[in-house]
């Protein structure tokens, strides 16, 4: 990978956001990056100040509550992957461009999932 040293003018009135998460959509680090994998970054870099995972930011605006959050988010995905069922009601594109967006609202079903026989 080729690094440059070009500069770029940001005209008066833009605004410059950054969006340290969509390293996570760089298909030279994470295979199929659009699909759903969990383990995604099992065997990656995980450390704070990691270039290839950016969840919480990083250096001096690093998230106080970075590892709170984790837990949280992991529960709630535990309880809501293990008890609940999704079903897309109406199809719809994805587009990153710079940001994830749809092309028409992404509608989905969640109901309680069955309970499963012995």
């Given at each position: 990978?080729?690094?440059?040293?070009?500069?770029?003018?940001v005209?008066?009135?833009?605004?410059?956001?950054?969006?340290?998460?969509?390293i996570?959509?760089?298909?030279?680090?994470?295979?199929?990056?659009?699909?759903?994998?969990?383990w995604?970054?099992?065997?990656?870099?995980?450390?704070?100040g990691?270039?290839t995972?950016?969840?919480?930011?990083g250096g001096?605006?690093?998230?106080?509550?970075a590892?709170?959050?984790?837990?949280?988010?992991?529960?709630?995905?535990?309880?809501?992957?293990?008890?609940?069922d999704?079903?897309?009601?109406?199809?719809?594109?994805?587009?990153?461009?710079?940001?994830?967006?749809?092309?028409?609202?992404l509608?989905?079903h969640?109901?309680?999932?069955?309970p499963?026989?012995?």
């Amino acid at each position: 990978m080729s690094k440059s040293k070009a500069r770029y003018t940001v005209p008066a009135g833009w605004i410059v956001a950054v969006s340290p998460s969509l390293i996570h959509f760089d298909e030279e680090i994470y295979e199929n990056p659009l699909k759903f994998n969990p383990w995604r970054w099992k065997g990656k870099e995980m450390i704070w100040g990691s270039k290839t995972f950016m969840v919480f930011g990083g250096g001096v605006r690093l998230c106080a509550g970075a590892e709170f959050a984790r837990l949280q988010i992991a529960m709630f995905l535990h309880h809501l992957f293990a008890y609940y069922d999704f079903s897309v009601v109406q199809e719809c594109e994805l587009i990153r461009a710079p940001f994830l967006h749809f092309t028409k609202e992404l509608l989905i079903h969640i109901s309680p999932s069955l309970p499963s026989e012995p």
